[in-house]
């Protein structure tokens, strides 16, 4: 198993859509979450972290369920300028504190 | 306040050869981490480290790869006798004293065995 899994998609929405992704990790241990963006060839972009008691960003808001070990992003009213691969990101506890990538999900914002 | 600068951008290598990618962390980042993207795939972690200090390399091949963060200066992922599977995008990020917080990266060196 995966320590970070994600659907990897392609979600192809038209502007204005309310999109949700989805992602698990496997080690209970773990300690920070975190949503990255990158666009094609481009480095990964902080897009925002994730706490135990949700958090919201505009258009974006995230949530975390440590007892299922599960973390989500809603994106509201989707914009052309979305569409990109989001990454889910988990940090683990420790002396190594790894960041550890999901393999992404690819969002096409269709206009 | 200069973001995390990795160099060169572009990097091009015949087989065999050695490479040697440099990454400049943030100001007051005193933890790296490189990763590897192939092509079309995921971010895969190669190795963390602190000052002067490697803490997990267990994402590093073996043999032709090794990766040093000195007192003074940028941290150096260097590649031995490269072959073309080395081909791939090697970015590095860093992260605030204790490695807790964001990590942010750089632009990334784009290797090319050829």
């Known amino acids: 198993r995966k320590e970070v899994e994600q659907d990897p998609g392609p979600f192809n929405v038209p502007e204005g859509a309310t999109v949700a992704f989805n992602c698990t990790y496997s080690n209970s241990a773990s300690q920070s979450f975190f949503w990255y963006r990158q666009d094609c060839r481009k480095e990964p972009k902080l897009l925002m972290s994730v706490y135990s008691s949700g958090n919201e960003d505009g258009r974006f808001t995230a949530q975390l369920n440590r007892a299922s070990q599960y973390i989500s992003l809603l994106i509201r009213d989707s914009k052309l300028s979305d569409s990109a691969t989001y990454l889910c990101?988990?940090?683990?506890?420790?002396?190594?504190?790894?960041?550890?990538f999901g393999s992404g999900t690819q969002l096409t914002v269709l206009p | 306040n200069a973001g995390v600068m990795q160099n060169p951008r572009h990097l091009v290598r015949r087989r065999g050869q050695e490479a040697r990618l440099r990454c400049s962390p943030m100001?007051?980042?005193?933890?790296v981490y490189w990763y590897r993207q192939l092509p079309e795939e995921g971010l895969k972690f190669m190795v963390y480290?602190?000052?002067?200090?490697?803490?997990?390399e267990s994402g590093m091949p073996k043999e032709r790869f090794s990766a040093e963060f000195p007192k003074e200066g940028p941290s150096i992922l260097r590649i031995q006798q490269v072959v073309r599977g080395d081909s791939a995008a090697y970015f590095c990020?860093?992260?605030?004293?204790?490695?807790?917080?964001?990590?942010?990266f750089g632009q990334g060196t784009r290797l090319t065995v050829v």
């Open positions: 100001k007051g980042h005193s933890h």
């Open positions: 480290l602190q000052k002067e200090n490697i803490i997990d």
């Open positions: 990101v988990v940090k683990s506890s420790g002396s190594a504190r790894q960041l550890t």
């Open positions: 990020a860093s992260s605030p004293f204790g490695g807790d917080g964001e990590a942010f």
